[in-house]
């Protein structure tokens, strides 16, 4: 089994409106998990464009979730930052199609990982919430709560899968240009 997360405005695991991500398109019944608590409350910072937790809703709740750990499957992919949206949108898209797995492993744009989750796959019903907690969401996460400012802007940078002006990626890829 594994266990990965979620930072979720529901308490399930069923996808509402399904709008496009970075490895699927719109429609595609997927749900992105992440590795770490910590993780999932990041990548939901990044979709609000917020820079603190204190400035989410407070519907969110952050799930812990069990899934068989035998069904994953590693995207051969761009490497993190890489933003061609249709070609990762096909990868997903693929992936999901072919039914050969529940889980996709795919590079975060942020480093590390992300879980794609085929919420139509056969094992989905081996899929199981095992906990849920409400903001602050866990007590072990007030030390990153503290560690993250208000007006931090490198998480608009993160989410946007770019860099900064004048920031080593930034001078980077303005090198390889």
């Known amino acids: 089994m594994m266990l990965l997360w979620r930072l979720s405005n529901a308490g399930d695991l069923q996808p509402r409106a399904c709008p496009p991500g970075r490895w699927h398109g719109a429609g595609v019944p997927v749900i992105v998990l992440e590795a770490s608590p910590a993780a999932a409350v990041l990548a939901r ?7 603190h ?3 989410l809703p407070r519907g969110y709740q952050l799930l ?5 750990g035998r ?6 992919a761009p490497a993190p930052g890489q933003t061609d949206l249709r070609a ?5 898209d693929a992936w999901v199609a072919s039914g050969q797995s529940l889980l996709l492993r795919v590079p975060a744009t942020s480093g590390g990982f992300q879980y794609l989750l085929n919420t139509a796959h056969p094992d989905m019903g081996q899929c199981r919430v ?10 072990h996460l007030g030390t990153m709560a503290k ?5 931090a802007d490198w998480l608009a940078a993160a989410g946007q899968g ?6 080593a990626a930034a001078v980077d890829g303005a090198a390889r240009d």
């Open 162 to 167: 770019g860099a900064r002006e004048g920031s």
């Open 147 to 151: 560690a993250i400012r208000d007006g």
């Open 45 to 51: 910072l990044v979709l609000a464009e917020v820079t």
């Open 88 to 92: 990762t949108r096909a990868i997903g």
């Open 64 to 68: 812990s979730v069990t899934t068989p």
């Open 130 to 139: 095992t906990a849920s907690s409400a903001y602050p969401y866990a007590p």
């Open 53 to 55: 937790p204190d400035a």
């Open 71 to 76: 069904s994953v499957s590693v995207a051969d």
